[in-house]
């Protein structure tokens, strides 16, 4: 199943693009004769213009706070996975944010449109959007997404725009290359069958990433616009967008265990889990991971400010937790539990988490966050509570990890 945000269509269009920039038979570090072909550049180069334009589109006709300026006094507090950066950036004064918020709209409403253009804009467009990946990347953890949204963008540059990163003697053996190339045409014309077929397969290629725009273009163009959509089975051709509205407030749901026989007794010492990235203890900083990515945490992000019953993944991982699963335990950074009996309860707890202010008392100790109780998320959960769950979902039961 393809995720919801995107990435993984997007992933899908660059590499469907990508098979048709190299050579079918040659293996030659500079072949003769390549394929590049202009419709599969102006093909990337018509992917960044969608996915950049579908994301500027849906801010301006989502949340307020995007047309306010506002957005960008709580995004890196509430985006799913914060790095450290983003807590100093979260500090800025407020009118940095809304000139933030500004040049987000002019990287995504605005450039979008020289990198349909000849080559001087084109260069421009590219430079706007890689640098505006960088700071993307810099600002967050949001996995191989940026470094995925560059790539087309290499598309808006020419050989001579990459001439500088090849010694002079490799330089010197393309110049040669295309001087014979040129001489052999010029002296002796002949058809090469390999080349005209794989033009007119490109010029095909083209026709198709045309058709298949036609109901993405309807969407950009739309008042209802849709993200993350697709209007083809294999994904070739898709529309993209993110942050449509932004979260303002960061709430975490917190997994706890416990020994106690009476999960409701005020005297049950209940223990923390804490997961690889996410928020959860305080005390910790916000880690660093891109471009790697824990799915994981950021489906807790979502559950977050949703119910346990619109994720029942989630009651499944707190079953898991009740055995301790080697599997589920895999894919969080500290299991109270380790290397014990499994606890006899699981429950969730719901918590408002903000940054703590720097330069203030609220930051004694090095903390990163502060937090408070909002209210409980999932009540507590036994294996014996929970065998009616496994019966109705057609889940099987885990088997309990004895030490």
Same mark, same amino acid.
């Given at each position: 199943?393809?995720?919801?945000?995107?990435?993984?269509?997007?992933?899908?269009?660059?590499?469907?693009?990508?098979?048709?920039?190299?050579?079918?038979?040659?293996?030659?570090?500079?072949?003769?004769?390549?394929?590049?072909?202009?419709?599969?550049?102006?093909?990337?180069?018509?992917?960044?213009?969608?996915?950049?334009?579908?994301?500027?589109?849906?801010?301006?006709?989502?949340?307020?706070?995007?047309?306010?300026?506002?957005?960008?006094?709580?995004?890196?507090?509430?985006?799913?996975?914060?790095?450290?950066?983003?807590?100093?950036?979260?500090?800025?004064?407020?009118?940095?944010?809304?000139?933030?918020?500004?040049?987000?709209?002019?990287?995504?409403?605005?450039?979008?449109?020289?990198?349909?253009?000849?080559?001087?804009?084109?260069?421009?467009?590219?430079?706007?959007?890689?640098?505006?990946?960088?700071?993307?990347?810099?600002?967050?953890?949001?996995?191989?997404?940026?470094?995925?949204?560059?790539?087309?963008?290499?598309?808006?540059?020419?050989?001579?725009?990459?001439?500088?990163? %090849?010694?002079?003697? $490799?330089?010197?053996? &393309? +110049?040669? !290359?295309?001087?014979?190339?040129?001489? =052999?045409?010029? *002296?002796?014309?002949?058809?090469?069958?390999?080349?005209?077929?794989?033009?007119? %397969?490109?010029?095909? $290629?083209?026709?198709? &990433? +045309?058709? !298949?725009?036609?109901?993405?273009?309807? =969407?950009?163009? *739309?008042?209802?616009?849709?993200?993350?959509?697709?209007?083809?089975?294999?994904?070739?051709?898709?529309?993209?967008?993110?942050?449509?509205?932004?979260?303002?407030?960061?709430?975490?749901?917190?997994?706890?265990?416990?020994?106690?026989?009476?999960?409701?007794?005020?005297?049950?010492?209940?223990?923390?889990?804490?997961?690889?990235?996410?928020?959860?203890?305080?005390?910790?900083?916000?880690?660093?991971?891109?471009?790697?990515?824990?799915?994981?945490?950021?489906?807790?992000?979502?559950?977050?400010?949703?119910?346990?019953?619109?994720?029942?993944?989630?009651?499944?991982?707190?079953?898991?937790?009740?055995?301790?699963?080697?599997?589920?335990?895999?894919?969080?950074?500290?299991?109270?539990?380790?290397?014990?009996?499994?606890?006899?309860?699981?429950?969730?707890?719901?918590?408002?988490?903000?940054?703590?202010?720097?330069?203030?008392?609220?930051?004694?100790?090095?903390?990163?966050?502060?937090?408070?109780?909002?209210?409980?998320?999932?009540?507590?959960?036994?294996?014996?509570?929970?065998?009616?769950?496994?019966?109705?979902?057609?889940?099987?039961?885990?088997?309990?990890?004895?030490?």
């Amino acid at each position: 199943m393809l995720d919801s945000d995107g990435w993984e269509s997007q992933l899908l269009e660059t590499g469907f693009l990508a098979t048709f920039l190299c050579p079918v038979w040659s293996l030659r570090q500079m072949p003769r004769k390549t394929p590049t072909s202009f419709i599969i550049i102006m093909g990337y180069r018509w992917l960044i213009f969608r996915i950049m334009l579908g994301a500027g589109l849906i801010k301006i006709r989502g949340d307020k706070c995007w047309r306010d300026l506002t957005c960008m006094n709580y995004h890196y507090e509430t985006q799913p996975v914060p790095n450290p950066m983003s807590t100093y950036m979260h500090q800025a004064p407020e009118a940095w944010h809304k000139f933030e918020t500004l040049s987000n709209h002019f990287i995504e409403l605005v450039a979008p449109f020289l990198l349909l253009m000849p080559r001087p804009f084109c260069l421009l467009g590219g430079a706007f959007q890689i640098l505006f990946q960088v700071v993307l990347i810099i600002s967050g953890n949001l996995s191989f997404l940026n470094w995925l949204t560059i790539l087309p963008n290499l598309a808006c540059y020419d050989d001579a725009s990459y001439s500088w990163m %090849f010694s002079k003697r $490799v330089l010197k053996q &393309v +110049a040669e !290359l295309q001087k014979s190339n040129m001489n =052999n045409s010029t *002296s002796a014309p002949s058809i090469d069958i390999g080349m005209y077929i794989r033009r007119v %397969f490109n010029i095909g $290629v083209g026709l198709l &990433v +045309a058709y !298949l725009s036609i109901p993405v273009v309807q =969407n950009l163009l *739309s008042s209802r616009q849709a993200m993350n959509t697709s209007f083809d089975p294999l994904r070739l051709v898709n529309t993209y967008g993110a942050f449509g509205s932004v979260t303002k407030k960061r709430t975490e749901v917190i997994f706890q265990g416990t020994y106690s026989n009476d999960p409701y007794s005020p005297n049950a010492v209940w223990e923390e889990y804490e997961f690889k990235c996410k928020p959860g203890n305080v005390m910790r900083r916000p880690c660093l991971i891109s471009p790697y990515h824990y799915r994981l945490d950021w489906l807790m992000w979502f559950a977050a400010f949703q119910s346990f019953n619109q994720n029942p993944w989630l009651v499944h991982l707190a079953i898991k937790l009740l055995a301790n699963d080697e599997d589920a335990v895999s894919l969080i950074a500290y299991n109270p539990f380790a290397g014990k009996q499994p606890p006899k309860f699981i429950r969730a707890e719901h918590y408002k988490y903000r940054y703590t202010k720097l330069g203030t008392n609220e930051t004694v100790g090095g903390a990163w966050w502060k937090r408070k109780y909002i209210k409980n998320y999932l009540p507590p959960l036994s294996m014996q509570s929970a065998k009616p769950i496994l019966e109705q979902m057609g889940w099987k039961k885990p088997k309990i990890k004895q030490n």
